[in-house]
C-alpha cells in the first residue's frame, strides 16, 4: 500500500536525494514510468518508489505502479510539488524508483562474454548523455558487454540511465580498471582491441569483427592518446567526405557495432 508524505523532511525523500546527487551509491536514480518499468523487467532489486498523487490517478500507469508497489521494500505518494524537489529533471515524470545498483564488477562481465564477443570498451568519455547512448546502441548491436575505464562517466547516473533507456540494466559492465588494466584483460582472452583513427590505413568495413573484440571508444574532446592508441592491436577509420574530421563520440560507435553486426550476421 503506498502511503502518502507530505514532509520534506522524510527520509526516504532525503535518500531519494542522496541518489540523485551521486552521495550515496547503494542506489541508483531511476526516474520515468517506462524506465522505472525497465528496471522492474529487468529484475533490479527495488528499495523504494515515489510516486505522485496525479499518476497515481491515472488509470494507465495503475498496473505498473501496483506491480512497483509490490516488488518494493517501501512505497510513497508526495504531491507534485514534493516530487519536483527530488526529480532530475525539469519537468517531473511522475514517478521515481530507487534500486540497488547492478553489480559493475570484472567477475560479472567475464562471466558474462566468451573469447568471441564483442565488448565497447568507454574511455573516459565524460558526458553521461553519450554513454548512454553508446549502451543503448551497443545493446542493440549484440555486443556481450561494457567495460567503463576510470574517469568515464557513471553508467548509472541518471542522465545515462535516461539514454540507455534499460540497456545498462541488462548489459554486463564492468566499471573501474585503468586503461592498461583494460587492454590487459583483453590480451589474456586472446580478445583483439580496436580503435577508429581518421589515419588508419584499414576501413572499418574492411576489418574482421567477427572474432572476440573490444572496441574502444576514447574521450569526446580529445579522442585517445597516441600511446593509447599504439597499445591497442588494431586502429580502423570511417571514410568520410567533405571537411568533416570527426563524428560524436555516440554516432562514431553506432557505425562501428553495426557493421560488426552485420558481419556477425553473416559470419
Not at 23 to 45: I, N, Q, W
Not at 103 to 129: G, K, M, Y
Not at 191 to 207: G, K, Q, R, Y
Amino acid at each position: 500500500m503506498i502511503k502518502s508524505v507530505t514532509s520534506r523532511d522524510n527520509s526516504l525523500l532525503r535518500l531519494a536525494r542522496a541518489v540523485r546527487d551521486g552521495k550515496d551509491t547503494e542506489y541508483v536514480f531511476v526516474e520515468g514510468l517506462r524506465l522505472c518499468e525497465e528496471a522492474l523487467r529487468s529484475a533490479l532489486d527495488i528499495e523504494a518508489v515515489i510516486v505522485s498523487e496525479e499518476l497515481l490517478r491515472k488509470e494507465r500507469a495503475a498496473t505498473a505502479i501496483a506491480e512497483l508497489d509490490q516488488a518494493a521494500q517501501r512505497s510513497a505518494s508526495v504531491s507534485e510539488k514534493l516530487l519536483e524537489s527530488i526529480s532530475y529533471t525539469k519537468t517531473p515524470q511522475g514517478i521515481v524508483v530507487l534500486a540497488r545498483r547492478p553489480d559493475s564488477s570484472e567477475t560479472r562481465l567475464a562471466s558474462a562474454i566468451d573469447n568471441n564477443s564483442l565488448i565497447v570498451v568507454l574511455h573516459q568519455i565524460n558526458n553521461p548523455v553519450n554513454v548512454g547512448a553508446i549502451l543503448r546502441t551497443a545493446e542493440a548491436a549484440g555486443a556481450g558487454g561494457v567495460i567503463a575505464t576510470q574517469n568515464t562517466s557513471d553508467p548509472f547516473s541518471p542522465k545515462s540511465l535516461r539514454g540507455a533507456m534499460g540497456s545498462a540494466f541488462r548489459l554486463p559492465i564492468w566499471s573501474g580498471p585503468t586503461y592498461e588494466q583494460m587492454i590487459e584483460w583483453c590480451r589474456r582472452r586472446e580478445i583483439v582491441t580496436v580503435c577508429a583513427d581518421a589515419d588508419a590505413p584499414l576501413a572499418h568495413t574492411e576489418f574482421d569483427w567477427t572474432r572476440g573484440t573490444a572496441l574502444i571508444m576514447g574521450p569526446e574532446s580529445t579522442g585517445l592518446t597516441d600511446a593509447e592508441t599504439a597499445s591497442a592491436t588494431h586502429m580502423v577509420r570511417i571514410p568520410m567526405h567533405g571537411a568533416v574530421e570527426s563524428l560524436n563520440v555516440s554516432v562514431a560507435a553506432g557505425i562501428l557495432l553495426f557493421e560488426a553486426a552485420r558481419q556477425r550476421s553473416i559470419g
